[in-house]
């Protein structure tokens, strides 16, 4: 009984030291990669930028995976000194889509836009600014944002005519935990749905009130948005 009471007390304490250890060598190796992501990605990104981010997937559906590039500019004349948060890079960020070829290690590039995102760090007033998050899911290139309390909404493109067509955009608005309205926008039969709560309850299951509209909107490209903040529908 002694024996097997010293054996739970040696696991008790063996177990918080190595979850210190995995937790201090997640970030070393988060780091790791993500300087060799930039050392391989630096080639595509023209001089004045610099790598932000990347994700993968396969947006053209040739079973070779392709990367899209988070890049951000280098002016230092967009640095500025807020008084409560030191200094602050407002150089704004941009994409560049890169399609994967038969060797795993080159890609092409076919789409530049260098500007169409606000600074990762800009003034969010009482609360923080919306958080940019980029990622393909189901050969889509998703350009989403999260705003906490306030809600999120997501922009869906899909590769076409060496460009990546908007052809969708979700945004759900909520107060806390309240979810008050959303918008599903299909560009491709023009068709908008509003569904707005009628349940002002926190706890009680939403209930929608559906409009259905049809809207006019020309094709639009990625490649030709000038500014992400900007679009309204």
Not at 33 to 53: G, H, M, V
Not at 57 to 67: Q, R, T
Not at 143 to 170: T, V
Request: aromatic fraction near 12%; include cysteine; charge should be positive.
């Amino acid at each position: 009984m002694m024996r097997i009471t010293r054996l739970t007390l040696l696991f008790s304490a063996v177990l918080p030291i190595s979850s210190f250890v995995m937790a201090q060598e997640n970030p070393k190796l988060e780091e790791r990669q993500q300087r060799q992501e930039q050392k391989t990605f630096q080639a595509y990104i023209p001089k004045k930028y610099t790598f932000f981010e990347v994700v993968k997937g396969d947006l053209n559906k040739d079973g070779i995976e392709d990367a899209v590039l988070l890049v951000k500019g280098i002016n230092p004349k967009a640095k500025i000194k807020d008084e409560y948060r030191g200094i602050l890079d407002r150089n704004r960020r941009g994409l560049i889509v890169l399609l994967g070829q038969k060797d795993n290690n080159s890609y092409q590039p076919v789409i530049w836009n260098l500007n169409c995102f606000s600074s990762d760090q800009e003034d969010g007033g009482v609360y923080y600014p919306p958080e940019l998050v980029p990622e393909i899911k189901n050969g889509l290139l998703q350009i989403n944002y999260q705003h906490g309390r306030y809600g999120h909404w997501s922009y869906k493109f899909r590769f076409e005519n060496r460009d990546m067509r908007l052809i969708g955009y979700d945004a759900f608005s909520h107060q806390g935990p309240l979810l008050e309205s959303k918008v599903s926008i299909n560009f491709l039969s023009a068709k908008k749905i509003y569904s707005k709560n009628l349940n002002t309850e926190i706890e009680a299951k939403p209930k929608f009130k559906e409009t259905v509209s049809r809207i006019k909107q020309a094709p639009m490209y990625l490649s030709k948005i000038k500014d992400f903040d900007e679009l309204t529908f």
